[in-house]
Protein backbone atom coordinates (compact mmCIF):
# COMPACT_ATOMS: atom_id res chain seq x y z
CA UNK A 1 0.00 0.00 0.00
CA UNK A 2 1.67 3.35 -1.26
CA UNK A 3 2.34 5.56 1.83
CA UNK A 4 1.54 9.53 1.86
CA UNK A 5 -1.53 9.40 -0.16
CA UNK A 6 -3.87 10.83 2.91
CA UNK A 7 -5.51 14.43 1.66
CA UNK A 8 -6.99 16.89 3.77
CA UNK A 9 -8.42 20.55 4.00
CA UNK A 10 -5.60 22.98 5.21
CA UNK A 11 -7.27 26.18 5.77
CA UNK A 12 -4.11 27.80 5.46
CA UNK A 13 -4.35 27.17 1.75
CA UNK A 14 -7.93 27.00 1.62
CA UNK A 15 -7.40 24.36 -0.39
CA UNK A 16 -7.01 19.82 0.06
CA UNK A 17 -3.20 19.14 0.30
CA UNK A 18 -1.20 15.77 0.39
CA UNK A 19 -0.07 15.17 3.73
CA UNK A 20 3.71 14.11 4.05
CA UNK A 21 6.41 14.72 6.78
CA UNK A 22 8.73 17.66 5.09
CA UNK A 23 11.73 15.69 6.82
CA UNK A 24 11.89 12.40 8.07
CA UNK A 25 9.34 9.88 7.79
CA UNK A 26 7.19 11.05 10.37
CA UNK A 27 4.30 13.36 10.36
CA UNK A 28 4.31 15.93 13.06
CA UNK A 29 0.84 16.48 14.47
CA UNK A 30 -0.16 19.00 17.12
CA UNK A 31 -3.51 19.19 18.32
CA UNK A 32 -5.10 21.66 21.09
CA UNK A 33 -5.82 19.66 23.76
CA UNK A 34 -8.78 19.67 26.57
CA UNK A 35 -8.89 22.43 29.50
CA UNK A 36 -9.13 20.59 32.29
CA UNK A 37 -11.97 22.04 35.00
CA UNK A 38 -14.27 19.05 34.52
CA UNK A 39 -15.63 16.80 32.35
CA UNK A 40 -15.06 17.09 28.41
CA UNK A 41 -18.11 17.22 26.52
CA UNK A 42 -19.25 15.30 23.63
CA UNK A 43 -18.76 18.17 21.61
CA UNK A 44 -14.70 18.35 22.55
CA UNK A 45 -14.73 14.67 21.75
CA UNK A 46 -16.31 15.11 18.46
CA UNK A 47 -12.94 17.28 17.66
CA UNK A 48 -10.51 15.07 19.72
CA UNK A 49 -12.26 11.63 18.00
CA UNK A 50 -11.87 13.32 14.25
CA UNK A 51 -8.65 14.14 14.97
CA UNK A 52 -7.96 10.60 16.02
CA UNK A 53 -9.35 9.02 13.21
CA UNK A 54 -7.28 11.30 10.80
CA UNK A 55 -3.77 9.80 12.81
CA UNK A 56 -5.61 6.31 12.36
CA UNK A 57 -6.15 6.76 8.43
CA UNK A 58 -2.60 8.15 8.55
CA UNK A 59 -1.17 4.57 10.08
CA UNK A 60 -3.22 2.32 7.62
CA UNK A 61 -1.91 4.65 5.28
CA UNK A 62 1.81 3.81 6.03
CA UNK A 63 2.63 7.40 7.22
CA UNK A 64 3.92 7.10 11.09
CA UNK A 65 3.11 9.84 13.61
CA UNK A 66 3.90 11.40 15.75
CA UNK A 67 0.54 12.83 18.01
CA UNK A 68 1.21 15.66 20.33
CA UNK A 69 -1.94 16.81 22.22
CA UNK A 70 -1.55 19.11 25.56
CA UNK A 71 -3.62 19.45 28.41
CA UNK A 72 -4.38 22.57 29.06
CA UNK A 73 -4.06 23.02 33.19
CA UNK A 74 -3.19 26.65 33.52
CA UNK A 75 -6.21 29.24 32.55
CA UNK A 76 -8.85 31.23 34.05
CA UNK A 77 -11.59 28.54 34.10
CA UNK A 78 -9.21 26.20 36.00
CA UNK A 79 -7.83 28.70 38.46
CA UNK A 80 -11.28 29.95 39.23
CA UNK A 81 -12.93 26.31 40.20
CA UNK A 82 -9.34 25.00 42.43
CA UNK A 83 -10.15 28.22 43.86
CA UNK A 84 -13.90 27.82 44.65
CA UNK A 85 -13.05 23.91 45.63
CA UNK A 86 -10.27 25.28 47.65
CA UNK A 87 -8.05 22.64 46.11
CA UNK A 88 -4.37 23.09 44.60
CA UNK A 89 -5.13 23.73 40.86
CA UNK A 90 -2.52 20.45 40.48
CA UNK A 91 -4.72 18.14 42.50
CA UNK A 92 -7.76 19.26 40.50
CA UNK A 93 -6.48 19.57 37.46
CA UNK A 94 -4.78 15.76 38.16
CA UNK A 95 -8.42 14.66 38.63
CA UNK A 96 -9.82 16.06 35.44
CA UNK A 97 -6.58 14.93 33.57
CA UNK A 98 -7.38 11.25 34.69
CA UNK A 99 -11.00 11.18 34.03
CA UNK A 100 -10.89 12.68 30.58
CA UNK A 101 -8.55 9.93 30.17
CA UNK A 102 -10.44 7.70 31.20
CA UNK A 103 -13.24 8.66 29.02
CA UNK A 104 -10.49 8.97 25.96
CA UNK A 105 -9.98 4.98 26.84
CA UNK A 106 -13.75 4.33 26.50
CA UNK A 107 -14.33 5.77 23.07
CA UNK A 108 -11.29 3.59 22.02
CA UNK A 109 -8.73 7.10 21.42
CA UNK A 110 -5.09 5.87 20.43
CA UNK A 111 -2.74 8.08 23.30
CA UNK A 112 -0.93 10.71 21.93
CA UNK A 113 3.00 9.84 22.08
CA UNK A 114 3.39 12.78 23.66
CA UNK A 115 0.91 14.47 26.01
CA UNK A 116 2.39 17.82 27.93
CA UNK A 117 1.07 20.30 29.61
CA UNK A 118 1.10 23.81 29.96
CA UNK A 119 1.96 24.01 33.83
CA UNK A 120 5.16 21.87 32.81
CA UNK A 121 5.92 24.26 30.68
CA UNK A 122 6.36 27.74 32.57
CA UNK A 123 10.75 27.97 31.95
CA UNK A 124 10.33 27.47 27.95
CA UNK A 125 6.80 29.93 27.97
CA UNK A 126 9.21 32.78 29.56
CA UNK A 127 12.34 32.23 27.30
CA UNK A 128 9.98 32.39 24.43
CA UNK A 129 8.73 35.92 26.17
CA UNK A 130 12.29 36.64 26.45
CA UNK A 131 13.40 36.31 22.83
CA UNK A 132 10.32 37.96 21.73
CA UNK A 133 11.07 40.91 23.55
CA UNK A 134 15.01 41.10 22.65
CA UNK A 135 13.78 41.17 19.01
CA UNK A 136 11.31 44.04 19.69
CA UNK A 137 8.06 41.82 19.52
CA UNK A 138 6.55 42.10 23.16
CA UNK A 139 6.94 44.54 25.62
CA UNK A 140 6.32 44.73 29.37
CA UNK A 141 3.69 47.19 30.53
CA UNK A 142 3.62 48.80 34.55
CA UNK A 143 1.84 46.14 35.82
CA UNK A 144 4.24 43.32 34.74
CA UNK A 145 2.62 42.10 32.20
CA UNK A 146 3.91 41.60 28.84
CA UNK A 147 2.34 41.79 25.54
CA UNK A 148 2.29 40.66 21.79
CA UNK A 149 2.92 43.48 19.33
CA UNK A 150 0.93 43.06 16.87
CA UNK A 151 1.50 45.11 14.24
CA UNK A 152 5.44 44.29 14.42
CA UNK A 153 4.29 40.73 12.56
CA UNK A 154 3.07 41.29 8.93
CA UNK A 155 1.37 37.85 8.35
CA UNK A 156 -0.68 38.31 11.51
CA UNK A 157 -3.91 37.13 10.15
CA UNK A 158 -3.12 35.02 7.14
CA UNK A 159 -4.58 31.89 8.69
CA UNK A 160 -8.01 33.54 9.07
CA UNK A 161 -7.36 35.70 6.42
CA UNK A 162 -7.94 38.49 9.15
CA UNK A 163 -6.75 42.23 7.68
CA UNK A 164 -4.88 44.57 9.98
CA UNK A 165 -8.34 47.06 10.63
CA UNK A 166 -10.05 44.24 10.65
CA UNK A 167 -8.88 42.69 13.48
CA UNK A 168 -9.63 45.30 15.75
CA UNK A 169 -13.60 45.32 15.37
CA UNK A 170 -12.96 41.42 15.68
CA UNK A 171 -11.05 41.96 19.26
CA UNK A 172 -13.17 44.49 20.16
CA UNK A 173 -16.45 42.40 19.50
CA UNK A 174 -15.06 38.87 21.13
CA UNK A 175 -16.41 38.48 24.46
CA UNK A 176 -14.43 37.40 27.44
CA UNK A 177 -10.96 37.28 27.77
CA UNK A 178 -9.27 38.37 25.16
CA UNK A 179 -10.87 42.16 25.63
CA UNK A 180 -9.87 42.66 29.10
CA UNK A 181 -10.45 45.88 30.51
CA UNK A 182 -7.41 46.09 32.80
CA UNK A 183 -5.10 45.46 29.99
CA UNK A 184 -5.55 49.48 29.36
CA UNK A 185 -1.79 49.96 29.17
CA UNK A 186 -1.92 48.07 25.53
CA UNK A 187 -0.21 50.38 22.82
CA UNK A 188 -2.88 48.47 20.95
CA UNK A 189 -6.17 46.84 21.01
CA UNK A 190 -5.53 43.48 19.28
CA UNK A 191 -2.25 43.02 21.51
CA UNK A 192 -1.96 39.67 23.05
CA UNK A 193 -0.82 38.93 26.79
CA UNK A 194 2.20 36.90 26.62
CA UNK A 195 2.43 37.11 30.56
CA UNK A 196 -0.17 38.44 32.85
CA UNK A 197 0.91 40.05 35.98
CA UNK A 198 -0.03 38.44 39.38
CA UNK A 199 -4.00 39.26 40.71
CA UNK A 200 -5.29 38.41 43.77
CA UNK A 201 -7.61 36.20 42.22
CA UNK A 202 -5.02 34.21 41.05
CA UNK A 203 -4.25 32.49 44.46
CA UNK A 204 -1.00 30.94 44.77
CA UNK A 205 -1.27 30.16 41.03
CA UNK A 206 2.09 32.28 40.21
CA UNK A 207 5.34 32.32 38.72
CA UNK A 208 8.22 34.30 39.04
CA UNK A 209 9.79 35.80 35.94
CA UNK A 210 11.65 38.74 34.68
CA UNK A 211 8.96 41.23 34.87
CA UNK A 212 7.79 40.13 38.06
CA UNK A 213 5.14 37.61 39.82
CA UNK A 214 2.35 36.05 37.08
CA UNK A 215 1.77 33.47 34.87
CA UNK A 216 1.92 33.33 30.80
CA UNK A 217 -1.12 33.92 28.62
CA UNK A 218 -2.80 31.33 27.23
CA UNK A 219 -1.95 31.28 23.05
CA UNK A 220 1.54 31.05 24.71
CA UNK A 221 1.77 27.65 25.95
CA UNK A 222 1.10 25.55 22.79
CA UNK A 223 3.88 27.70 21.20
CA UNK A 224 6.21 26.60 23.95
CA UNK A 225 4.79 22.76 24.14
CA UNK A 226 5.21 22.69 20.03
CA UNK A 227 8.70 23.80 20.82
CA UNK A 228 9.81 21.30 23.10
CA UNK A 229 7.79 18.15 21.54
CA UNK A 230 9.28 18.51 17.94
CA UNK A 231 12.37 20.56 18.98
CA UNK A 232 11.89 23.78 17.65
CA UNK A 233 11.29 22.29 13.82
CA UNK A 234 8.48 23.63 11.53
CA UNK A 235 5.72 20.81 11.95
CA UNK A 236 3.45 19.04 9.54
CA UNK A 237 -0.05 19.68 10.55
CA UNK A 238 -1.90 21.16 13.56
CA UNK A 239 -5.49 20.83 14.57
CA UNK A 240 -8.28 22.15 16.88
CA UNK A 241 -12.19 23.40 16.67
CA UNK A 242 -13.08 25.86 13.97
CA UNK A 243 -13.36 28.07 17.26
CA UNK A 244 -9.82 28.59 17.70
CA UNK A 245 -8.42 29.58 14.26
CA UNK A 246 -8.84 32.80 15.34
CA UNK A 247 -7.19 34.48 17.29
CA UNK A 248 -5.68 31.14 19.41
CA UNK A 249 -3.89 29.71 16.45
CA UNK A 250 -3.27 33.12 14.65
CA UNK A 251 -1.54 34.04 18.06
CA UNK A 252 0.32 30.73 17.53
CA UNK A 253 1.69 31.36 14.32
CA UNK A 254 2.74 34.99 15.59
CA UNK A 255 4.76 34.19 18.64
CA UNK A 256 6.34 30.93 17.09
CA UNK A 257 7.57 32.55 13.90
CA UNK A 258 8.76 36.03 15.45
CA UNK A 259 10.94 33.94 17.80
CA UNK A 260 12.49 31.55 15.32
CA UNK A 261 12.49 33.29 11.96
CA UNK A 262 11.00 30.23 10.48
CA UNK A 263 7.30 28.67 9.34
CA UNK A 264 5.33 27.31 12.39
CA UNK A 265 3.14 25.07 11.01
CA UNK A 266 2.50 23.85 7.14
CA UNK A 267 -0.90 22.78 7.17
CA UNK A 268 -4.01 23.85 9.71
CA UNK A 269 -6.73 21.23 10.28
CA UNK A 270 -10.08 22.61 11.89
CA UNK A 271 -13.02 20.41 12.69
CA UNK A 272 -16.40 22.07 12.26
CA UNK A 273 -18.85 22.41 15.81
CA UNK A 274 -21.06 19.98 17.14
CA UNK A 275 -24.91 21.02 17.45
CA UNK A 276 -27.05 19.24 19.79
CA UNK A 277 -30.67 18.92 18.67
CA UNK A 278 -29.91 22.04 16.04
CA UNK A 279 -29.50 24.22 19.15
CA UNK A 280 -25.15 25.49 20.17
CA UNK A 281 -24.08 23.59 22.81
CA UNK A 282 -24.53 25.79 25.94
CA UNK A 283 -25.16 25.53 29.71
CA UNK A 284 -28.05 27.52 29.92
CA UNK A 285 -29.90 24.81 27.03
CA UNK A 286 -28.77 22.38 29.57
CA UNK A 287 -27.35 20.54 25.99
CA UNK A 288 -23.74 20.16 27.35
CA UNK A 289 -23.58 16.19 27.10
CA UNK A 290 -21.03 14.19 28.73
CA UNK A 291 -19.70 10.76 27.81
CA UNK A 292 -21.59 9.88 31.19
CA UNK A 293 -24.52 11.38 30.27
CA UNK A 294 -25.36 9.31 27.72
CA UNK A 295 -24.24 6.32 29.24
CA UNK A 296 -26.15 6.86 31.50
CA UNK A 297 -29.41 6.55 29.24
CA UNK A 298 -27.84 3.55 27.76
CA UNK A 299 -25.40 4.38 25.12
CA UNK A 300 -22.39 2.14 24.73
CA UNK A 301 -19.20 4.41 24.08
CA UNK A 302 -18.53 2.79 20.70
CA UNK A 303 -22.40 3.97 20.05
CA UNK A 304 -21.03 7.39 20.70
CA UNK A 305 -17.87 7.13 18.52
CA UNK A 306 -19.62 6.44 15.88
CA UNK A 307 -22.29 8.77 16.11
CA UNK A 308 -19.44 11.43 16.36
CA UNK A 309 -17.42 10.65 13.61
CA UNK A 310 -19.77 9.75 11.24
CA UNK A 311 -20.42 13.12 9.94
CA UNK A 312 -18.05 14.68 7.51
CA UNK A 313 -15.72 17.06 9.87
CA UNK A 314 -15.99 19.87 7.26
CA UNK A 315 -19.48 20.29 8.15
CA UNK A 316 -21.54 20.55 11.17
CA UNK A 317 -22.47 17.96 12.65
CA UNK A 318 -26.43 17.69 14.23
CA UNK A 319 -26.19 15.19 17.74
CA UNK A 320 -29.11 14.01 18.34
CA UNK A 321 -30.71 10.84 20.08
CA UNK A 322 -32.42 9.82 16.73
CA UNK A 323 -28.79 9.70 15.37
CA UNK A 324 -27.73 7.78 18.70
CA UNK A 325 -30.23 5.10 18.08
CA UNK A 326 -29.68 4.75 14.49
CA UNK A 327 -25.52 4.65 15.23
CA UNK A 328 -26.85 1.56 17.71
CA UNK A 329 -27.85 -0.48 15.11
CA UNK A 330 -25.64 0.62 11.90
CA UNK A 331 -22.68 -1.10 14.54
CA UNK A 332 -25.23 -4.07 15.08
CA UNK A 333 -25.94 -4.13 11.44
CA UNK A 334 -21.68 -3.93 10.71
CA UNK A 335 -21.52 -6.60 13.29
CA UNK A 336 -24.20 -9.12 11.96
CA UNK A 337 -22.11 -8.78 8.73
CA UNK A 338 -18.53 -9.27 9.97
CA UNK A 339 -20.60 -12.45 11.51
CA UNK A 340 -21.20 -14.00 7.94
CA UNK A 341 -18.30 -13.55 6.89
CA UNK A 342 -16.72 -15.54 9.91
CA UNK A 343 -18.97 -17.89 9.77
CA UNK A 344 -17.35 -18.52 6.21
CA UNK A 345 -13.71 -18.64 7.47
CA UNK A 346 -15.00 -21.05 10.85
CA UNK A 347 -13.68 -18.24 13.06
CA UNK A 348 -15.52 -17.14 15.87
CA UNK A 349 -16.34 -13.54 16.43
CA UNK A 350 -14.29 -12.92 19.40
CA UNK A 351 -11.17 -13.31 17.12
CA UNK A 352 -12.41 -10.91 15.12
CA UNK A 353 -10.78 -7.98 16.88
CA UNK A 354 -7.46 -9.31 17.29
CA UNK A 355 -7.01 -11.21 13.69
CA UNK A 356 -8.32 -8.71 11.30
CA UNK A 357 -8.27 -5.15 13.18
CA UNK A 358 -5.03 -4.19 12.55
CA UNK A 359 -3.39 -1.07 11.56
CA UNK A 360 -1.43 -2.40 8.33
CA UNK A 361 -3.25 -2.38 5.49
CA UNK A 362 -4.23 -4.85 2.89
CA UNK A 363 -2.43 -5.62 -0.42
CA UNK A 364 -5.85 -4.38 -1.77
CA UNK A 365 -8.80 -3.12 -0.11
CA UNK A 366 -11.23 -5.02 -3.05
CA UNK A 367 -15.03 -4.36 -2.74
CA UNK A 368 -13.83 -1.76 0.27
CA UNK A 369 -11.98 0.35 -1.97
CA UNK A 370 -14.23 3.04 -2.37
CA UNK A 371 -14.60 3.44 1.43
CA UNK A 372 -10.61 3.41 1.87
CA UNK A 373 -10.61 6.50 -0.77
CA UNK A 374 -13.07 8.18 0.81
CA UNK A 375 -11.13 7.83 4.36
CA UNK A 376 -7.80 9.08 2.36
CA UNK A 377 -9.72 12.01 0.74
CA UNK A 378 -10.11 14.92 2.99
CA UNK A 379 -11.59 12.41 5.63
CA UNK A 380 -14.74 11.72 4.68
CA UNK A 381 -15.91 9.51 6.81
CA UNK A 382 -19.58 9.67 6.29
CA UNK A 383 -19.01 8.60 2.20
CA UNK A 384 -16.94 5.64 3.91
CA UNK A 385 -19.62 4.57 5.72
CA UNK A 386 -21.85 5.20 3.22
CA UNK A 387 -19.40 2.59 1.33
CA UNK A 388 -19.25 0.07 3.85
CA UNK A 389 -22.69 -0.14 3.82
CA UNK A 390 -23.52 -0.36 -0.05
CA UNK A 391 -20.89 -3.61 0.46
CA UNK A 392 -23.18 -5.09 3.23
CA UNK A 393 -26.52 -4.01 1.00
CA UNK A 394 -24.73 -6.52 -1.92
CA UNK A 395 -24.63 -9.40 0.29
CA UNK A 396 -21.30 -10.51 -0.53
CA UNK A 397 -21.23 -13.58 1.64
CA UNK A 398 -23.46 -15.10 -0.56
CA UNK A 399 -20.95 -15.80 -3.46
CA UNK A 400 -17.33 -15.78 -1.43
CA UNK A 401 -15.37 -18.82 -0.34
CA UNK A 402 -13.40 -19.00 2.48
CA UNK A 403 -10.78 -17.09 0.76
CA UNK A 404 -12.40 -14.49 -0.81
CA UNK A 405 -14.15 -13.94 3.09
CA UNK A 406 -10.91 -13.08 4.57
CA UNK A 407 -9.92 -10.79 2.14
CA UNK A 408 -12.61 -9.02 3.10
CA UNK A 409 -13.01 -9.35 6.33
CA UNK A 410 -8.69 -8.27 5.87
CA UNK A 411 -10.21 -4.94 4.71
CA UNK A 412 -13.07 -4.36 6.72
CA UNK A 413 -10.51 -4.61 9.98
CA UNK A 414 -8.59 -1.94 8.48
CA UNK A 415 -11.78 0.32 8.01
CA UNK A 416 -12.71 -0.22 11.31
CA UNK A 417 -9.34 0.18 12.47
CA UNK A 418 -9.06 3.48 10.80
CA UNK A 419 -12.22 4.23 12.54
CA UNK A 420 -11.26 3.36 15.87
CA UNK A 421 -14.70 0.93 15.72
CA UNK A 422 -14.60 -2.13 17.92
CA UNK A 423 -17.48 -4.76 16.91
CA UNK A 424 -18.49 -7.43 19.19
CA UNK A 425 -17.86 -5.64 22.58
CA UNK A 426 -20.89 -3.74 23.74
CA UNK A 427 -21.56 -5.74 26.87
CA UNK A 428 -24.46 -8.13 26.71
CA UNK A 429 -26.86 -6.98 29.63
CA UNK A 430 -28.77 -10.24 29.56
CA UNK A 431 -31.22 -9.36 32.54
CA UNK A 432 -32.82 -6.33 32.75
CA UNK A 433 -29.96 -4.18 35.07
CA UNK A 434 -31.02 -0.98 35.37
CA UNK A 435 -29.47 1.74 33.32
CA UNK A 436 -27.69 3.45 36.24
CA UNK A 437 -26.24 -0.18 36.97
CA UNK A 438 -25.25 -0.49 34.02
CA UNK A 439 -23.52 2.67 33.72
CA UNK A 440 -22.06 1.94 36.77
CA UNK A 441 -20.01 -1.41 35.64
CA UNK A 442 -19.32 0.18 32.67
CA UNK A 443 -17.12 2.42 34.85
CA UNK A 444 -15.50 0.08 36.59
CA UNK A 445 -14.94 -1.86 33.64
CA UNK A 446 -13.00 1.27 32.01
CA UNK A 447 -11.18 1.50 35.03
CA UNK A 448 -10.53 -2.55 34.77
CA UNK A 449 -8.83 -1.37 31.17
CA UNK A 450 -7.08 1.13 32.65
CA UNK A 451 -5.41 -0.64 34.99
CA UNK A 452 -6.77 1.29 37.69
CA UNK A 453 -7.91 -1.91 39.95
CA UNK A 454 -8.31 0.03 43.43
CA UNK A 455 -11.33 2.11 41.40
CA UNK A 456 -12.29 -1.42 39.54
CA UNK A 457 -12.48 -2.86 43.24
CA UNK A 458 -14.16 -0.09 45.15
CA UNK A 459 -17.15 0.21 41.85
CA UNK A 460 -17.42 -3.78 42.51
CA UNK A 461 -18.31 -3.46 45.52
CA UNK A 462 -20.49 -0.86 45.38
CA UNK A 463 -22.31 -3.19 42.64
CA UNK A 464 -22.61 -5.90 45.13
CA UNK A 465 -24.07 -3.13 47.93
CA UNK A 466 -26.58 -2.33 45.41
CA UNK A 467 -27.78 -5.75 44.67
CA UNK A 468 -25.64 -7.09 41.49
CA UNK A 469 -22.96 -9.22 40.78
CA UNK A 470 -20.44 -8.76 38.17
CA UNK A 471 -19.15 -11.13 36.01
CA UNK A 472 -16.06 -10.32 33.55
CA UNK A 473 -15.68 -12.20 30.31
CA UNK A 474 -12.66 -11.16 27.46
CA UNK A 475 -14.46 -8.66 25.97
CA UNK A 476 -16.80 -7.26 28.31
CA UNK A 477 -19.25 -8.08 31.14
CA UNK A 478 -22.65 -9.67 32.59
CA UNK A 479 -24.81 -8.30 35.19
CA UNK A 480 -25.91 -11.01 37.87
CA UNK A 481 -28.69 -10.05 40.44
CA UNK A 482 -26.79 -11.31 43.31
CA UNK A 483 -29.08 -14.02 44.93
P1 LIG B 1 -11.36 23.17 25.42
O1 LIG B 1 -11.41 22.03 26.39
O2 LIG B 1 -12.42 24.18 25.62
O3 LIG B 1 -9.98 23.79 25.40
O4 LIG B 1 -11.62 22.58 23.96
C1 LIG B 1 -11.04 21.40 23.49
C2 LIG B 1 -11.33 21.22 22.01
O5 LIG B 1 -12.74 21.07 21.77
C3 LIG B 1 -10.88 22.39 21.12
O6 LIG B 1 -10.25 21.89 19.95
C4 LIG B 1 -12.20 23.09 20.78
O7 LIG B 1 -12.13 23.78 19.56
C5 LIG B 1 -13.13 21.91 20.69
N1 LIG B 1 -14.57 22.23 20.85
C6 LIG B 1 -15.17 22.98 21.78
N2 LIG B 1 -16.53 23.02 21.61
C7 LIG B 1 -16.78 22.24 20.53
C8 LIG B 1 -17.98 21.84 19.82
N3 LIG B 1 -19.21 22.25 20.20
N4 LIG B 1 -17.84 21.03 18.73
C9 LIG B 1 -16.63 20.60 18.34
N5 LIG B 1 -15.47 20.92 18.96
C10 LIG B 1 -15.53 21.73 20.03
ZN1 LIG C 1 -3.29 25.63 21.14
Known sequence: MAAMSVKLYDTLSRSVQTLAPASGDTLRFYCCGPTVYGPAHI????????????????EVDGTPVKHVRNITDLDD?????????????????????DKFHKDCAALNMRQPSVEP???????????????LIEKGHAYAVEDGSVYFRVTSFDDYGRLSRLKQRDLKTQMENSAGAVNDADEYDRES????????????????????????????????????MVDSAFGGE????H????????????????????????DFCKHWFHSAHLMVEGEKMSKSLGNLFTLDDLREK???PMTVRYTLISGSYRQQLNFTFDGLHAAQSALSRIERFAETLLAKTEESPDSFNTTYVRADAPEDFGRLSKAWDALRNNLNTAACLGAIFGVIGSNPAATLDAAGARGLLRALGALLYALGLELFTVEATPVDAP?????????????????????????????????????????????????
Open 234 to 237: TIDL
Open 43 to 58: GNFRTFLIQDTLRRVL
Open 77 to 97: KTIRRSEEEGVSLQAFTARWT
Open 298 to 300: GFS
Open 435 to 483: AEIVALAQTRWDAKKAKDFSQADALRDELLSKGWVVKDGKDGFDLEPKT
Open 239 to 262: GGGIDLCFPHHENEIAQSECAHGH
Open 189 to 224: VSDFALWKARKPEDGNNYWSSPWGEGRPGWHLECSA
Open 117 to 131: SAVAHIPEQISLIEK
